[in-house]
């Protein structure tokens, strides 16, 4: 088993910048990655970041260029949001991969661009 806490969402105007964390607990050994999800209102959930335990990372279209995800893949896991849009407004979703192909999701936190 694997918990996710997540940290940083709120209210931000567009434009703005949000760090986003998560920190894992438990069977952390068997994380193969970590990530970032999120899910708006009449939306899919969409993957927007994640990054390997072997360091690499992939990105959403959307966020290449303004999000930037980084930590270690095993434990902690950070998402810098820069140039935030409201399209950008969802709940957002700390993910890890694990051996087995299980995953495992935090509870969500808010972000919300608005002016």
Same mark, same amino acid.
């Given at each position: 088993?694997?918990? *996710?806490? !997540?940290?940083? $969402?709120?209210l931000?105007? /567009?434009? $703005?910048? *949000?760090? *986003? @964390?998560?920190?894992? @607990?438990?069977s952390i050994f068997s994380i193969t990655a970590l990530g970032w999800y999120r899910l708006a209102p009449g939306k899919q959930? !969409?993957?927007v970041a994640a990054i390997s335990s072997g360091g690499s990372t =992939?990105?959403?279209? @959307?966020?290449?260029?303004r999000f930037t995800i @980084?930590?270690?893949?095993? =434990?902690?896991?950070?998402?810098?949001m820069n140039s *935030?849009? /409201? !399209?950008d407004t969802a709940v957002y979703y700390c993910n890890a991969a694990v051996v087995g192909f299980r995953e495992y999701w935090g509870q969500g936190t808010q972000v919300t661009v608005s002016s």
């Open positions: 088993q694997v918990q *996710l806490v !997540e940290s940083g $969402g709120g931000v105007q /567009p434009g $703005g910048s *949000l760090r *986003l @964390s998560c920190v894992a @607990s438990g959930r !969409e993957m =992939n990105y959403a279209d @959307s966020a290449k260029g @980084s930590g270690d893949a095993k =434990n902690t896991v950070a998402l810098q *935030l849009k /409201p !399209e």
